[in-house]
């Protein structure tokens, strides 16, 4: 007996009638739908007039690895099933990526049902460089991994997207101003395509004080990839943003030393620039004016 086939489909991420017209044939012909939520599949099958013939399973993260051999079996049988998340395309930052490794390592067939994305419907809003992009995902819910994951990206010269819930928004854009700094450009996309849809353009720094009173609901970041590098390698800014990216390692928990090197092997400029460039940001605080340093051991 010949496999069934595996079909992702891209579901709306707000707007039913941005539905695919594919999508209403796929959901009456399947054998099985496998369903993130199965009472918003019932809400879209509504929205879009259509009757699911086949059985419908849940299928979300808290039974993925469970669930997965049992519609691997049903593809097997020679069914066809089909994968739904709440918005958007499976696998991306949503249930998926499991069943269609497991999908291809059977020698089963995998196709798509294209849809919409929130990735793509906010870097084409937002007004930032797309012809190169990378998407990130959710980032760490604790502070400490937040910074770590950002500091990764901070060199990243490619446009950055970001998914995040409402709730973290605020903190995870304040975050983004302290390693990009607050004069990067971004916007935030919220509830794309739905009644209150908006799209805030503006730098970090502004976008994080924005957030800070407030948001409510689906978010989308994009952020401007890194400006291409000035003297010594370092954005525009020179020894000041040198010192900047060395106080945000240093917050997260680094060593001076350690991240005095790890800046000047970024910026590819030697440790003791960056070390000098730490001294004399230190000197311009206020009340160390004309104070000198304690030694020079962290820039050898």
Not at 36 to 53: C, H, K, M, S, W
Not at 195 to 221: C, F, M, N, S
Not at 271 to 292: I, Q, S, T, Y
């Amino acid at each position: 007996m010949d496999s069934g086939t595996l079909v992702l489909a891209g579901t709306p991420i707000g707007d039913p009638d941005d539905a695919p017209p594919r999508l209403a044939a796929e959901l009456g012909g399947a054998d099985v739908v496998a369903a993130e939520d199965t009472r918003r599949l019932r809400r879209l099958t509504q929205a879009l007039g259509v009757r699911t013939a086949g059985r419908v399973v849940s299928y979300f993260e808290g039974n993925e690895a469970a669930r997965t051999p049992e519609l691997v079996e049903a593809l097997l049988r020679g069914e066809r099933v089909l994968l739904v998340t709440d918005a958007g395309m499976p696998s991306v930052s949503d249930p998926g990526y499991r069943l269609v490794a497991a999908a291809v390592e059977h020698g089963v067939r995998v196709t798509a049902v294209p849809g919409p994305s929130a990735v793509l419907t906010a870097l084409a809003l937002s007004g930032l460089p797309v012809d190169r992009f990378c998407f990130e995902g959710f980032l760490p819910r604790k502070r400490g991994e937040r910074l770590s994951r950002l500091r990764e990206s901070a060199d990243e010269r490619r446009t950055l997207v970001y998914f995040e819930s409402p709730h973290r928004v605020a903190d995870a854009l304040a975050a983004m101003a302290e390693v990009f700094g607050a004069e990067r450009r971004a916007a935030v996309c919220r509830e794309l395509t739905k009644t209150y849809e908006e799209v805030r353009r503006a730098p970090l720094g502004e976008l994080a004080e924005w957030a800070a009173e407030g948001v409510r609901g689906e978010i989308t970041v994009v952020v401007a990839g890194a400006p291409e590098p000035g003297p010594y390698g370092a954005e525009d800014g020179g020894p000041a943003e040198l010192a900047r990216r060395v106080a945000v390692r240093e917050e997260a928990g680094e060593r001076r030393k350690d991240a005095i090197a790890a800046v000047a092997r970024e910026a590819g400029v030697p440790k003791r620039d960056v070390f000098d460039a730490v001294v004399a940001a230190k000197r311009e605080l206020p009340g160390n004016e004309g104070n000198g340093s304690g030694g020079s051991g962290d820039g050898n």
